[in-house]
């Protein structure tokens, strides 16, 4: 099977030791019969915002051919500042079809639920070589905001997840059209996503052909 890759969070391992992630996902890209590209944006906590640390950053992004933008840098806590990026993240519909990101982790839609995948080298790709930093990178936080963009209700069925803020099982929750909830991975998934070949259920979802 090809090697299907989504976002290498490996190169901001090189000054950063934990990483949040967060991006925008329509139900028409779920329910789309092709593979896709989307922006997601990438919370990187360095040690400071110094010119080197950033350029550091994006010379090893095109070292690995991954077209990054780099947003800014600012205060974080006392003793941590934060660099922002946006970077292409895959969903994935067919595996036989071409792949329009390779870079770490995707969504993959398959049998009516979305997961999140990693490669079969991720783990490999989070430790660092650095010394900026310690030598393994920390997933922090994984979420994204679920928009409703077609005309009729979406369900869903969270398989262990937080839905707006609140943990939710196997609890069918309806979304309106023109609406939007917010979806984030416990730490258990957080921490399942630092290994190769790894997969999170996030939902099953219910919807008219």
Not at 27 to 41: E, F, T
Not at 73 to 94: H, Q, R, T, W
């Given at each position: ?5 989504g ?6 391992a090189?000054?950063?030791c ?12 779920i ?5 896709k590209a ?7 906590v360095?040690?400071?915002?110094a ?5 550091k ?16 840098c ?15 993240i ?12 390779e870079?770490?982790?995707y969504f993959?839609?398959?049998?009516d ?14 430790v660092?070589?650095?010394d ?5 990178i920390?997933?922090?936080s994984?979420e ?28 069918e929750i ?11 991975l ?7 996503l630092?290994?190769s070949?790894?997969e999170?259920p ?7 052909d």
């Amino acid at each position: 099977m090809k090697k299907i890759i989504g976002i290498c969070f490996a190169i901001v391992a090189l000054v950063a030791c934990t990483v949040k992630l967060s991006t925008v996902l329509n139900v028409s890209d779920i329910l789309s019969d092709q593979n896709k590209a989307l922006m997601v944006d990438v919370r990187v906590v360095v040690m400071s915002c110094a010119d080197e640390n950033i350029e550091k950053i994006k010379r090893e992004f095109e070292k690995r051919k991954i077209t990054a933008r780099y947003n800014k840098c600012g205060s974080g806590d006392m003793f941590n500042e934060y660099a922002d990026f946006s970077l292409p993240i895959a969903i994935v519909k067919d595996l036989s079809k071409p792949v329009p990101v390779e870079n770490g982790i995707y969504f993959y839609v398959a049998d009516d639920t979305l997961s999140l995948r990693t490669s079969d080298n991720f783990a490999s790709l989070l430790v660092s070589d650095s010394d900026l930093m310690s030598d393994k990178i920390n997933i922090s936080s994984i979420e994204f905001s679920l928009t409703n963009d077609g005309m009729s209700d979406f369900v869903i069925n969270p398989l262990l997840v937080f839905v707006d803020e609140s943990p939710v099982f196997n609890t069918e929750i309806t979304i309106p059209s023109f609406s939007k909830v917010l979806i984030k991975l416990p730490d258990v998934a957080n921490k399942l996503l630092e290994k190769s070949n790894a997969e999170y259920p996030l939902f099953r979802f219910v919807h008219n052909d």
